[in-house]
């Protein structure tokens, strides 16, 4: 079955730019999206078919996706952008997610 | 607005049945695919079942094919969720989500707030 990797956990001091991976065999291939997660909140679009920011979602919020890799960059991190970040493919008509990257910022 | 309010979770014994329901509003239901995805307590998310909008195509993460069957009734905008065979495994909060498109292949761009399955005796 198809896999999404993503590293558990990524730190990013305020104002920087923080950069969050997803690999997956020819991801490129495939439309990624990016859900955020804050504690005890559902999760929220803020990246689909690999570059587009939903309405409401920060210009600070942009995505990549060549190869195996996608991308998902925050630009000039705030405090708020703290949270799991999740990746999400389709593969065979099933729904595939990455097991999550917690954003720290300090 | 769109809403998504899911309902009937709660703690049921291994083996047990259980139904999720999950209405929505604010959208054209019908025009619209519609997932269950579940997040054990403490763990990622996991994706669980999608229909179409017309209801014609489902499709289910091999963890729950065979137990889990996704319905929807869009005379009443609702999403369903039928759980039989449960197991501990199954434990988690379960997320209604609307997808993009009808079809599968969208992202899902709104999600209710869950409803937590307990399988435990």
């Known amino acids: 079955s198809y896999e999404l990797t993503q590293a558990p956990s990524v730190s990013v001091s305020p104002g920087q730019t923080a950069s969050i991976t997803c690999s997956g065999d020819?991801?490129?291939?495939?439309?990624a999206s990016w859900y955020q997660q804050k504690p005890g909140q559902s999760p929220v679009l803020v990246i689909y078919?690999?570059?587009n920011r939903p309405s409401g979602i920060p210009e600070r919020f942009s995505g990549s996706n060549s190869g195996n890799t996608a991308t998902l960059t925050i630009s000039g991190t705030q405090a708020m952008d703290e949270a799991d970040y999740y990746c999400?493919?389709?593969?065979?008509?099933?729904?595939?997610f990455g097991g999550g990257t917690k954003l720290t910022v300090l | 607005e769109v809403q998504l309010v899911e309902s009937g979770g709660g703690l049921i014994q291994p083996g047990g049945s259980l139904r999720l329901s999950c209405a929505a509003s604010?959208?054209?239901?019908?025009?619209?695919?519609m997932s269950w995805v579940r997040q054990a307590p403490g763990k990622g998310l996991e994706w669980v079942s999608l229909?179409?909008?017309?209801?014609?195509?489902?499709y289910y993460a091999d963890s729950v094919k065979g137990r889990f069957t996704i319905s929807r009734d869009n005379s009443k905008n609702t999403l369903y969720l039928q759980m039989n065979s449960l197991r501990a495994a199954d434990t988690a909060v379960y997320y209604c989500?609307?997808?993009?498109?009808?079809?599968?292949?969208?992202?899902?761009?709104?999600w209710g707030q869950g409803t937590l399955v307990t399988v435990s005796s």
């Open positions: 604010g959208f054209t239901f019908s025009s619209y695919a």
């Open positions: 020819k991801l490129g291939d495939k439309y």
């Open positions: 078919q690999d570059t």
């Open positions: 999400q493919a389709w593969d065979s008509s099933t729904v595939v």
């Open positions: 229909i179409s909008g017309s209801g014609g195509s489902t």
């Open positions: 989500a609307k997808c993009q498109a009808q079809g599968s292949g969208a992202p899902f761009d709104y």
